[in-house]
């Protein structure tokens, strides 16, 4: 279960003066759900809420817990059960190779070479992708990477996964796949998006504005609610 | 950052001899040729470098033989100023020994990377850097940096190259001193990007074992389906 605990984010301003600028307003509340998505304009706090999970960011007030452990102070372990996928894959690839970057998740579990490769390839083959293995990962299409990169995520063995806006980048059918992949998936899924069709298919969501989490609720609820937000924003602006 | 230029340093697939042959092997020949420029000082020796080397990269494939002329589109400047230097001083015979020596060497160097896994890189530096163990030093952290220090490399390049492209189509010049503060930015911007990268597997954390255990992963690609 992943715990906050009046968590915030703020950062001092730049223009020297004693407010802070809140990133993230202090939020309390746990997540248990299998599927969470987290909606909200560009900038709202969205990806905040997300890297404060795995320690990406760490909380300026508060604290937030990763199944007992605070991430603040045992940030080794809580990465050891949340990984962490990015919107752009080629943030996420460090390795030249599609298998190369696979069995880079699998060192730290796997010392023999020949046996790390066929677990990279079993890793591969129940994603449907053992034919990029030696492809290099700047030769594929926008949606591969993705998929790879998501393979190499979940090859690490973490419990919970955490996207940021995991579809952004991809067309309509490659944002299809990549939903339902993650859909497929026994790991507990955290994810921000601006696609409300796939927020729609969670079991809860949050919506996220100026740094606040202005709703909590079901995904028909919440939508309605971000549409409403949406609409009066666009109103006000013109 | 643009993937062109990632091309410098990144494996091209193969199966040529030179693609199987050991990873000991391609670096014993390229410490020998290292050997020979700096202790067998003759353009005789610059020259039998280049022939051998452009030999190897024939043997490993039309794909690999296609890129021994990208430092040269890259780095001629370096290579020309080097040789006027060397032509003025020494004269023409030790301005082809020092450059073609260097430039034998280097592509012997860049082979090395076109032909290998950067995982089998890596496990090889590990093996290296295993004394290193004795001193309190994991040696699997060492060749991790080094691996990532050579993905790096193409990347600042290809960094250069995009932030060129911005200031030309603003219609700047290239002002090298006007360029430098949105390369470094961006160069950091990659360092973070690579160390969060890491972290987002908990790669780090789950700590790089240097020690000879197997342990199968428990969790993976799980599907519900």
């Known amino acids: 279960m992943i715990s906050f605990h009046a968590a915030g984010l703020s950062v001092p301003n730049p223009d020297g003066s004693d407010d802070d600028t809140v990133i993230l307003a202090p939020v309390s509340l746990d997540l248990r759900e299998s599927r969470v998505a987290v909606i909200g304009a560009n900038g709202s706090g969205k990806s905040t809420l997300l890297r404060l999970i795995n320690g990406l960011a760490r909380p300026s007030t508060g604290r937030v817990v990763v199944d007992g452990k605070d991430v603040a102070r045992d940030v080794a372990a809580v990465r050891r059960r949340v990984a962490f996928l990015f919107s752009d894959p080629l943030s996420q690839l460090v390795m030249p190779l599609v298998r190369e970057d696979v069995e880079l998740s699998l060192k730290p579990t796997l010392k023999n070479k020949v046996r790390r490769r066929q677990v990279a390839m079993d890793h591969l083959d129940s994603m449907d992708l053992a034919h990029l293995a030696d492809r290099s990962v700047h030769d594929l299409s926008g949606g591969e990477r993705q998929l790879v990169a998501l393979t190499s995520v979940l090859a690490a063995g973490q419990d919970i996964l955490v996207a940021d806006e995991p579809t952004t980048l991809l067309d309509l059918r490659n944002n299809i796949l990549l939903q339902d992949t993650l859909f497929a998936l026994d790991q507990q899924i955290i994810y921000a998006t601006h696609d409300l069709d796939f927020a729609a298919r969670a079991d809860r969501v949050l919506v996220v504005e100026g740094g606040h989490i202005v709703h909590d609720g079901t995904p028909c609820e919440a939508i309605e609610h971000y549409r409403q937000l949406a609409l009066s924003a666009s109103r006000e602006g013109s | ?225």
């Open chain 2, 1 to 225: 950052m643009r993937g062109q230029a990632l091309l410098l340093g990144l494996r091209i697939p193969g199966t040529s001899m030179v693609h199987r042959a050991p990873l000991w092997l391609k670096y014993l020949v390229l410490v020998a040729a290292g050997t020979a420029v700096v202790f067998l000082r003759s353009p005789t020796t610059a020259a039998a470098l280049l022939v051998v080397g452009l030999l190897l990269y024939a043997v490993a494939g039309a794909r690999v033989l296609a890129a021994w002329a990208s430092p040269l589109r890259l780095l001629w400047w370096i290579f020309a100023l080097l040789a006027a230097y060397q032509w003025w001083m020494n004269g023409p015979w030790t301005a082809f020994m020092v450059v073609g020596g260097m430039f034998a060497a280097l592509q012997l160097a860049r082979l090395l990377l076109l032909t290998t896994d950067q995982s089998d890189l890596i496990d090889g530096m590990a093996w290296a850097c295993s004394p290193l163990r004795k001193v309190g030093v994991n040696p699997e952290l060492v060749a991790l940096a080094v691996g990532l220090m050579l993905r790096s490399i193409p990347a600042v390049l290809g960094c250069i190259a995009d932030v060129s492209d911005a200031a030309r189509a603003r219609g700047l010049g290239r002002n090298p001193i006007a360029l430098a503060g949105p390369v470094v930015v961006s160069a950091v911007a990659f360092a973070h990007q690579t160390g969060d990268a890491l972290a987002a597997r908990g790669i780090l954390e789950q700590g790089l074992r240097d020690e000879a255990a197997d342990v199968t992963p428990t969790k993976g690609v799980h599907h519900r389906l």
